[in-house]
């Protein structure tokens, strides 16, 4: 090997990684109020909190927070280089709690603990379980969460360590939602400017809403995304490559399916501002340019904040559609498998004032 080549970084394989491994990921990232202007123009959500200063800090906030989204994927982002560069495809997230406001100009750093190790029946892959935190520039967690990979072998007749797969918890509980929320003072919550008059008690569990709208993601937009959080995986960039892949074309960063459900989910839920936990996500199938996003949720759980009179939460499952509308709330089939056009079911806690 020359000079040059040891010098680059060809990203981990499935052999590299080690149980109980403790990696820094580089760089840190300081979010400013461009990023969040971007993150708006390739989403356009339109929740209050999150779009108004003034708004913000009428119920309590110093400033308007940065989307709970954009941090976490800005957060994610950093682990890809290191994680996922040889990625297939990204399979769950769970555990996922946000745990204190971003704001712009806060500099956000992740350490990831590889918590699990899996070799594939094929064994040219394997499934990598890491426990990534990010951190803000005084050591405070803002988001912590575990997620799992399908990664490549480097050689598939390389020895794989005694299969590990952690237990993950089937829900946050309750009692740790909500910590990066100032205490509102929700007499000055401004429905109207909000956008929709439905709280927290207007909502109930089995209820199904359908956000209506449809969003068309182009070429140049995911790939956008993807490096506004710097997020490094070759499957979304580097057609000339994938071209020789099992798709043979790009596919589309799963936070990006993420992010326009949630958007399009404003439209039913506009006052569910902060989402305060992902329980559990599956990346169902792929994304593609040209493919039109829908989606729709269901609410499965309705809780109170302990000692907090000023929000409650709902446990919704968002789910995503490609090319197919949501009007008839497709989810699975009577056999079980995931219906045509299921992209993504997320389970996640969101915050609401009462």
Request: with cysteine.
């Amino acid at each position: 090997m020359n000079a040059t080549a040891m010098k680059t970084n060809p990203g981990n394989y499935f052999e590299d990684f080690r149980l109980g491994q403790i990696i820094v990921h580089a760089t840190p990232r300081t979010v400013t109020v461009g990023d969040v202007a971007l993150y708006m123009s390739l989403y356009g959500p339109r929740f209050a909190v999150q779009s108004s200063d003034a708004f913000a800090r009428a119920i309590g906030y110093p400033a308007a927070p940065v989307d709970d989204l954009l941090a976490f994927h800005i957060v994610f982002g950093k682990t890809v280089p290191d994680i996922s560069l040889n990625a297939i495809a990204n399979l769950g997230y769970a555990e996922c709690r946000f745990e204190r406001a971003v704001y712009p100009g806060d500099t956000l750093a992740t350490v990831s603990e590889v918590i699990g190790l899996k070799e594939n029946s094929n064994r040219e892959t394997g499934t990598v379980y890491v426990r990534s935190s990010g951190r803000n520039q005084r050591g405070e967690v803002v988001i912590q969460y575990v997620r799992w990979v399908m990664v490549r072998k480097r050689d598939k007749s390389a020895s794989a360590a005694d299969a590990v797969v952690p237990t993950i918890a089937e829900r946050v509980d309750s009692s740790l939602l909500a910590t990066a929320i100032p205490i509102l003072e929700v007499r000055s919550y401004d429905m109207a400017l909000a956008g929709s008059r439905h709280r927290w008690g207007d909502y109930a569990p089995g209820e199904k809403i359908d956000h209506v709208d449809g969003m068309t993601v182009e070429e140049a937009e995911h790939q956008m995304a993807a490096r506004l959080y710097q997020n490094t995986a070759k499957v979304h960039f580097n057609q000339h490559a994938e071209a020789k892949g099992r798709f043979g074309k790009r596919i589309i960063y799963g936070g990006v399916v993420i992010s326009m459900a949630r958007a399009l989910s404003y439209n039913g839920l506009g006052n569910a501002f902060h989402v305060a936990a992902i329980n559990a996500g599956r990346h169902v199938a792929p994304l593609f340019a040209g493919d039109t996003v829908y989606a729709w949720s269901e609410i499965l759980e309705a809780s109170e904040v302990p000692d907090r009179s000023d929000v409650g939460a709902l446990r919704t499952r968002l789910v995503a559609l490609k090319n197919r509308d949501a009007s008839a709330f497709p989810l699975k089939t009577a056999a079980g498998e995931y219906d045509d056009g299921v992209i993504l079911d997320l389970d996640t806690w969101l915050v609401l004032p009462r």
